[in-house]
């Protein structure tokens, strides 16, 4: 639980313990003080409050980068000034995304030809590509259902019980049924064969992840994949063809759905 409730009137200010003669009382929290204070002091006062945050390093209950080699550190620093939703003014940058799409992609095997490009987005972190994707999936059955003339109200999507949060955030934001495979005792991944056992008509994908939230493991991508074919061809009249999501956990900024 994060703790944001301020406990007194002495919480409102931040103390400065490195004296000087721009900050000779404490600073306002929540306001801006009347008097204005030099860089250098306000940098101070911020990094030892930010001390007293736990250490990336020690955290192993969520997935964060801990370290990098300097020079990815200093090509974020360089980039930090560009204002990336004006992709038109940054051309190269849009370059580079769409290299590192492609690079996925292709390790991944997905079905990219020669000369062919893979189509994807980049985005600040997993959740952000899971609604992206989970979205796509929608829309496109949607599409499928009203051309056939059918209900298109109740989505589903199926899951294992160890995925990260933002798949049941995704379900709940955007009116979609959550099924979740449960785990057993010594199997700590999504079971392929219960998952396709939950598909039906409504279903718009099936998530698999590299990397399960609670262990770590790799799920059987390719035993799905092939469970789900087998059941869309001998049901295509009434299933909907879901595909499989493959949701990559390397860390928070490297999750990226495959469509």
């Not at 980068?65 to 300097?70: I, S």
């Not at 560009?82 to 190269?92: G, I, L, R, S, T």
């Not at 959550?178 to 056992?197: H, I, Q, R, T």
């Amino acid at each position: 639980m994060v703790l944001t409730h301020v406990q007194s009137d002495e919480a409102a200010a931040s103390a400065a313990v490195f004296a000087s003669r721009y900050v000779q009382e404490p600073v306002p929290s929540y306001e801006l003080g009347e008097k204005s204070i030099s860089k250098d002091a306000a940098y101070q006062i911020i990094h030892d409050e930010l001390l007293l945050d736990g250490s990336p390093r020690l955290n192993l209950a969520s997935f964060v980068t801990t370290w990098m080699e300097p020079e990815c550190d200093r090509l974020i620093l360089e980039g930090m000034n560009k204002n990336y939703a004006d992709m038109d003014e940054y051309p190269v940058t849009t370059e580079l995304q769409n290299r590192c799409v492609n690079i996925i992609a292709r390790l991944f095997n997905a079905p990219v030809g020669a000369g062919e490009t893979a189509v994807g987005v980049g985005t600040v972190g997993s959740s952000e590509a899971i609604m992206l994707a989970g979205l796509a999936f929608k829309r496109r059955w949607q599409n499928r259902r009203k051309a056939e003339g059918k209900p298109y109200d109740r989505p589903n999507i199926v899951t294992g019980a160890n995925v990260q949060v933002c798949w049941e955030k995704f379900a709940r934001y955007f009116e979609v049924e959550l099924k979740e495979v449960k785990l057993s005792e010594g199997c700590y991944v999504m079971d392929p064969d219960k998952a396709v056992e939950m598909v039906d008509e409504n279903t718009i994908c099936v998530a698999a992840i590299l990397g399960s939230t609670l262990t770590g493991e790799f799920e059987d991508v390719k035993r799905l994949n092939d469970l789900l074919a087998a059941k869309n061809k001998r049901t295509r009249s009434a299933c909907s063809d879901p595909p499989a999501v493959l949701q990559i956990r390397a860390s928070e900024i490297s999750s990226v759905p495959v469509l």
